[in-house]
């Protein structure tokens, strides 16, 4: 199924986001309230399970099934030398995915995520945002579409990730454009930049700015233009998931970034959506910030893959487990506080 036909279609469901479900939302909230704890006791805890069970609602949300979507895709402006890395580690990396041995393989497996792996066009990198727009709209629409494959209505959380070689300078640039402030303050060391790397991605950052700026004039538009395809797929799922009422946990900084056209478009996208965590990669806490979130974790990772989403799952099953699983103070005849 081709979820958006057009950027029509993109645009129209972006700009009609349903809301939770208030009625399951206060169930939860009143069975909380009841449970064997001094109220507000399990701290955010608490939140997470009134979220989960506010978009899947339900009294008490399930985590049963858990879904890591980690999209890949190749850069254009990775010839640039903006990366640690060469392009070629994107398709190793996939391969090292599909065989078991990455990091996010390790980490799903802990915390029992299923994984999906999906490639866009690994062997058609984007153009070089330097030069002119990452994608024809066709092709954006197609990463679009590749993200909201991966959503189905009966996942109880989606986690999301991504691998693509220099994603962290379209990254960069997408925030410079949309949130402001200069190249240097959005772009990091990504992989592990030396001086004069860093240099010419920042380089790489003002020039794709100054060629299509005034252009990005809206989600769909800054996508294709300075985004990639992993990224835009990451768009495509958020969205797709919000229509689907599923729950989703951001990873790190290239995530977070894929959300930042939306959110331009309309504030409210990030409703469904919770930060796994507030990665090491230099702007991710001002973008965590300017779109209004709280990260779940502090662990100084800058991995991507989903790694800190498939840690912070853990978190999420911890809160539901609580909020199923405990006895009331009537079921256990406790004495209730004033
Ligand atoms: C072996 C390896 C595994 C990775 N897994 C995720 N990334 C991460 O690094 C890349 C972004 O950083 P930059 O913009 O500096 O290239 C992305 O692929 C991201 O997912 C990796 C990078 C490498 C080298
Ligand atoms: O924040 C991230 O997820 C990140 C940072 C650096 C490189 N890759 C991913």
């Given amino acids: 199924m081709t979820r958006f036909r057009d950027r029509a279609a ?33 701290g955010r805890l608490e939140e997470i399970a009134l979220f989960m069970a506010g978009w899947q609602g339900r009294e008490r949300p399930r985590a049963e099934r858990i879904r890591a ?13 903006v990366s640690a890395f060469p392009p070629e580690v994107t ?41 002119g ?15 909201a494959a991966a959503v189905r209505p009966d996942i109880d959380l989606l986690l999301l990730g991504e691998m693509g070689i220099g994603n962290t300078t379209p990254a960069a640039a997408i925030c ?28 790489a950052v003002r020039r794709a700015l100054a060629l299509h700026g005034e252009a990005c004039s809206g989600a769909f538009e800054t996508l ?36 930042v056209p939306l ?3 309309n504030a409210e996208i990030t409703g ?22 709280d990260p779940l974790l502090r662990l100084d990772m800058r991995l991507g893959e989903a790694s800190g989403a498939a840690v912070a799952a853990q978190i999420v099953r911890s809160a539901l487990a609580a909020h199923a699983g405990m006895a009331t103070f009537a079921e256990a005849a406790v004495a209730g506080g004033l």
């Fill in 224 to 259: 294709r233009r300075l985004g990639g395809r992993e990224i835009a797929a990451i768009a495509g799922a958020v969205l797709a998931a919000r229509m689907d009422h599923v729950p989703v946990l951001l990873d790190g900084f290239i995530c977070g970034a894929a959300v």
């Fill in 176 to 203: 410079a454009q949309v949130l402001g402030g200069e190249a240097k303050q959005w772009a990091g060391r990504g992989t592990g930049l030396d001086a004069r790397g860093l240099e010419r991605k920042q380089e």
């Fill in 91 to 131: 398709s190793q990396m996939v391969a090292n995915f599909h065989n078991g041995g990455a990091a996010i393989n390790a980490l799903a497996a802990a915390c029992g995520t299923e994984l999906m792996i999906v490639p866009i066009d690994l062997d058609r990198p984007t153009a070089d945002i330097c030069d």
């Fill in 272 to 293: 469904h959506c919770l930060a796994a965590h507030c990665s090491a990669e230099a702007g991710h806490a001002r973008l965590l910030e300017a779109l209004g979130f």
């Fill in 133 to 147: 727009p990452a994608m024809a709209e066709a092709e954006c629409l197609a990463a679009i579409n590749a993200g």
């Fill in 10 to 42: 993109f645009d129209r469901a972006l700009a009609a986001l349903p809301g939770p479900d208030m009625l399951a939302r206060e169930a939860a909230a009143s069975r909380q309230a009841s449970l064997t704890k001094p109220a507000g006791s399990l």
């Fill in 69 to 81: 979507a980690l999209f890949a895709g190749n850069h254009g402006v990775a010839a640039r030398g």
């Fill in 263 to 265: 959110a331009r478009d």
